[in-house]
């Protein structure tokens, strides 16, 4: 069975620097796609950005750039220039290639909190 | 509306009744998911449905769960004498086709609180 590990419960970063959360994955197969989603107290999750593992590039959306290491089944996520915005629950995702695997695979999440 | 909606946002009941909670997908999505978020669990698939298929139901915690998803659109989750562990925010999610490249697109959630 595939798992995903967050290991940092928590973090803080100082608006506009940069942080980086971890996320780590065990899984058999080659076939995949992962995900970090952001959860804000609103509770409604929004998908920050996502990587197919058949792409060596790794995925940037605006701000926000992952770190895909598939040898080691690691894929951090990287925010420049936090904004306090951007303070929120980060939940790391896994979901298999095959078609009826749908469901995503989660790990527990790192809280962000970000300083003015 | 353009995204997905639940209901209700929140729910509080007593221990051994039944609750009903909704879940109205992006119009178009063919497939619906629902997951549980709770405290010492984290986010837990629970079932999943695609188009007319049978539905994916081995994430389901016991037979006190139940889903079903009429005219291929509206979902609702039924847990049957509900228990204190329950209590959790029961998260909606659809995506347009069901295949590995969809993003799935979540709902605000239903915070069920069982006393």
């Known amino acids: 069975a595939q798992t995903v590990t967050q290991s940092q419960p928590e973090m803080s970063v100082q608006e506009a620097e940069t942080v980086t959360l971890s996320c780590t994955y065990d899984?058999?197969?080659?076939?995949?796609?992962l995900f970090w989603y952001k959860q804000p107290p609103s509770r409604q999750m929004i998908l920050v950005i996502r990587?197919?593992?058949?792409?060596?590039q790794n995925a940037t959306e605006n701000r926000f750039s992952v770190n895909f290491q598939k040898a080691a089944k690691s894929f951090s996520l990287k925010i420049s220039d936090s904004q306090l915005g951007d303070a929120a629950m980060y939940f790391c995702?896994?979901?298999?290639?095959?078609?009826?695997?749908?469901?995503?695979?989660f790990g527990k999440g790192t809280k962000l909190s970000v300083k003015p | 509306g353009a995204g997905v909606s639940q209901s209700p946002s929140n729910k509080v009941t007593e221990k051994g009744k039944d609750v009903e909670l909704r879940c109205d997908p992006i119009?178009?999505?063919?497939?619906l998911y629902w997951y549980r978020q709770s405290l010492g669990q984290g986010l837990e698939f629970l079932i999943y449905?695609?188009?007319?298929?049978?539905?994916?139901k081995s994430g389901l915690p016991s037979d006190r769960f139940s889903a079903e998803r009429t005219g291929g659109s509206v979902s609702t989750l039924t847990i049957q004498r509900t228990q204190q562990e329950d209590s959790a925010v029961y998260l909606c999610?659809?995506?347009?086709?069901?295949?590995?490249?969809?993003?799935?697109?979540f709902g605000p959630g239903t915070r069920l609180t069982v006393l």
């Open positions: 449905f695609q188009g007319n298929s049978a539905p994916d």
């Open positions: 899984t058999s197969e080659s076939d995949y796609y």
């Open positions: 990587q197919e593992a058949y792409k060596q």
């Open positions: 999610a659809s995506s347009l086709g069901g295949i590995s490249t969809d993003t799935q697109y």
């Open positions: 995702a896994y979901r298999s290639g095959r078609g009826s695997q749908g469901n995503l695979i």
């Open positions: 119009s178009g999505h063919t497939a």
